[in-house]
Nanobody, 117 residues
Framework: QVQLVESGGGLVQAGGSLRLSCAAP?????MGWFRQAPGKGREFVARITWSGGATYYADSVKGRFTISKDNLKNTVYLQMNSLKPEDTAVYYCAASPPGNGGRWDYWGQGTQVTVSS
């Protein structure tokens, strides 16, 4: 069973930055970040194709968050700038194996991000 492990969460003031990291299971996986705030469902944040050639973002984070992938290290990053209190959530890394229609088959345990006002 593939297990993803996120790191880099923490407490930051509004306007600050954090960078999340996640070890990818392999170079041919599309990778994504999701988040779940207290009392809410899990929502999509960002996605990057296995080659790194395409990225997609939720409207709420466009222009503030950047997803990137280091295929030499098999690591995906989420650089979060200009953080807002509403970004407070548990952030999850997810992996989509090649050829499965974009389904997210593997998930990490999550890392807490708390943004204080």
């Amino acid at each position: 069973q593939v297990q993803l492990v996120e790191s880099g969460g923490g407490l930051v003031q509004a306007g600050g930055s954090l960078r999340l990291s996640c070890a990818a299971p392999g170079r041919t996986y599309d990778m994504g970040w999701f988040r779940q705030a207290p009392g809410k469902g899990r929502e999509f944040v960002a996605r990057i194709t296995w080659s790194g050639g395409a990225t997609y973002y939720a409207d709420s984070v466009k222009g503030r968050f950047t997803i990137s992938k280091d295929n030499l290290k098999n690591t995906v990053y989420l650089q979060m700038n200009s953080l807002k209190p509403e970004d407070t959530a548990v952030y999850y890394c997810a992996a989509s194996p090649p050829g499965n229609g974009g389904r997210w088959d593997y998930w990490g345990q999550g890392t807490q991000v708390t943004v204080s006002s």
